[in-house]
């Protein structure tokens, strides 16, 4: 697999307003969200859940590719057909989750570092057998009191960047995930200095250790008020500074940026993501790769009731709709209501 071969792959990805789905909640997170709406956390459940996405009508209209958590990578749809077949037949891509979780940052007990890397090559050579894409790890990043310390973020940047080198040797497309949380109460002013910072950091670490920034995708946060934050900055603001960041700290070689929603509501997910499209003048595709603001309606409508199933794929196919109409600036109010 060339740069070249990874470069299509990364540019699939994010062309034409298509973005990512991300269903690749551990057990642990997938049982939490089934737990909110009353729905035994089983395996069973699990997928009965992922079914339901995965054969909403039209979904490939919108979505390029689904990033999949290993037991829904091996899984089959009730009828045995393979979860893999469900979203090929839909020219929908599987992605993998690979990063094992972030635990607590040794010597700094309120700071998480992403785990993973041990046994990962062969891991990796399992899922390229197995289909898989593209792959996903994900960092965590934590504003508070005196953190996130350069400590945290220099060993993310640097277990990213190890993550992503193994992925392209394995012939997949790394999307690398360092996100800055919007838990907490600070300004969109930190969101932005710790979101610069942090991916200085993080493309430091990329080059130095080889990785083609042609054959990747960033996942990033947006530059955003955090949530218990008194000012909340207009989307205008939320589109303008993040765009600001991003052409300061990521190069124009990388094909495609897919932000990650972080607890945004649906509606402002998109808002964000088109009122950063039309500002144009972009040296990459800006697309999404969302799980709460594309599937928080579709939950909440199923809830675990066969008879809404229909329903709940019409909520993901609206919620994927007006994302892929942000995704190239054409989102507007009349569209959502439509
Ligand atoms: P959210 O859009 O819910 O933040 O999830 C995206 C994701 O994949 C987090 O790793």
């Not at 037991?71 to 979860?83: I, S, V």
């Not at 955003?224 to 589109?239: L, P, Y």
């Not at 040296?283 to 928080?296: E, K, N, V």
Request: hydrophobic letters at 40%; a negative charge.
């Amino acid at each position: 697999m060339t740069t070249a071969d990874l470069e299509a792959i990364a540019n699939r990805m994010v062309e034409g307003g298509r973005g990512i789905l991300a269903a690749d909640e551990s057990s642990g997170t997938a049982n939490k969200r089934l737990t909110s709406v009353n729905v035994d956390p089983t395996e069973d459940n699990r997928r009965d859940y992922r079914e339901m996405l995965f054969r909403t009508p039209d979904l490939g209209k919108y979505i390029s590719g689904t990033i999949l958590y290993d037991e829904t990578l091996r899984q089959n749809a009730a009828d045995g057909t393979p979860f893999t077949k469900l979203l090929a037949d839909q020219d929908i891509m599987p992605g993998i989750k690979v990063d094992t979780g972030a635990m607590v940052l040794a010597g700094s007990p309120n700071e998480k570092i992403t785990e993973g890397l041990d046994g990962l090559r062969d891991r990796l050579n399992e899922y390229v057998e197995m289909g898989a894409k593209f792959t996903k790890w994900r960092a965590v990043i934590t504003i508070g009191d005196g953190i996130p310390s350069g400590y945290c973020i220099k060993a993310n940047a640097h277990a990213l960047a190890r993550y992503a080198r193994l992925v392209q040797e394995a012939g997949m497309v790394p999307i690398v995930e360092p996100e800055v949380l919007m838990d907490g109460s600070h300004s969109i002013e930190t969101c932005q200095e710790v979101t610069e910072n942090t991916l200085h950091t993080v493309f430091n670490a990329l080059v130095g250790q080889g990785v083609a920034l042609e054959g990747m995708i960033l996942k990033p946060n947006m530059v955003i008020s955090a949530m218990d934050c008194s000012t909340q900055a207009s989307v205008e603001q939320v589109a303008e500074w993040t765009v600001q960041t991003l052409k300061r700290r990521v190069p124009a070689a990388v094909p495609g940026i897919a932000f990650l929603s972080g607890g945004q509501s649906e509606l402002l997910a998109s808002q964000h993501l088109n009122a950063m499209n039309q500002l144009g003048d972009l040296p990459w595709t800006l697309s999404f790769s969302y799980g709460r603001a594309l599937q928080h309606s579709a939950l909440h409508t199923w809830a675990g009731s066969s008879d809404q199933v229909t329903a709940g794929q019409s909520k993901l196919a609206h919620r994927s709709h007006m994302n892929f109409a942000a995704a190239v600036g054409k989102y507007s109010a009349d569209l959502e209501a439509a």
